[in-house]
């Protein structure tokens, strides 16, 4: 059973790998804003619609890290591998599943719209399976081979 600090560092990892997609892609490559799909941001109505998403999109992110730092505080001293494996997992995690439902399902925005925007599409997916992979073994190399054990 997965224990309330392992939960946290999922937390942390999906919060700051939100911020990180929207920092970077959002505000300073400029590629894509949050419903930029939806609504391309070229009149000053949809510009600031597409600034609310974000916004919306940092506070659900914000909310992530709070809570996942809450948690850790309530929790028993956790392991630097399992938490950063864990912020890994969550990071990655938070890519399958923003990049599959936001640009695969809805086509709310994609990662850099235009020539290629599959493969950029395809390749966060890529990068959050990986960070999941990695995440999961960092975290599970420093567990105690009994705790391993699923049952």
């Known amino acids: 059973?997965?224990?309330?600090?392992?939960?946290?560092?999922?937390?942390l990892g999906l919060g700051f790998g939100?911020?990180?997609?929207?920092?970077?892609?959002?505000?300073?490559?400029?590629?894509?804003h949050m419903l930029s799909s939806w609504y391309p941001p070229v009149t000053p109505e949809d510009l600031h619609l597409n600034m609310v998403g974000?916004?919306?999109?940092?506070?659900?992110c914000l909310i992530f890290v709070v809570t996942g730092v809450v948690l850790l505080n309530r929790g028993e001293r956790l392991a630097s591998r399992v938490l950063w494996g864990g912020m890994?997992?969550?990071w990655g995690v938070f890519n399958l599943v923003e990049g599959t439902v936001d640009h695969l399902l809805l086509g709310v925005h994609h990662v850099r719209p235009g020539p290629g925007q599959l493969a950029y599409d395809l390749g966060f997916l890529l990068l959050?399976?990986?960070?999941?992979?990695?995440?999961?073994?960092?975290s599970r190399s420093a567990r105690p081979?009994?705790?391993?054990?699923?049952?």
């Open 145 to 151: 081979a009994s705790r391993r054990t699923t049952g």
């Open 18 to 32: 939100g911020f990180v997609d929207g920092i970077f892609a959002h505000q300073i490559l400029g590629w894509h």
């Open 54 to 60: 974000d916004g919306l999109f940092h506070l659900l």
């Open 128 to 138: 959050g399976a990986l960070l999941v992979v990695i995440g999961v073994l960092l």
């Open 88 to 90: 890994a997992a969550g």
């Open 1 to 11: 059973m997965r224990s309330v600090v392992d939960r946290a560092a999922v937390l």
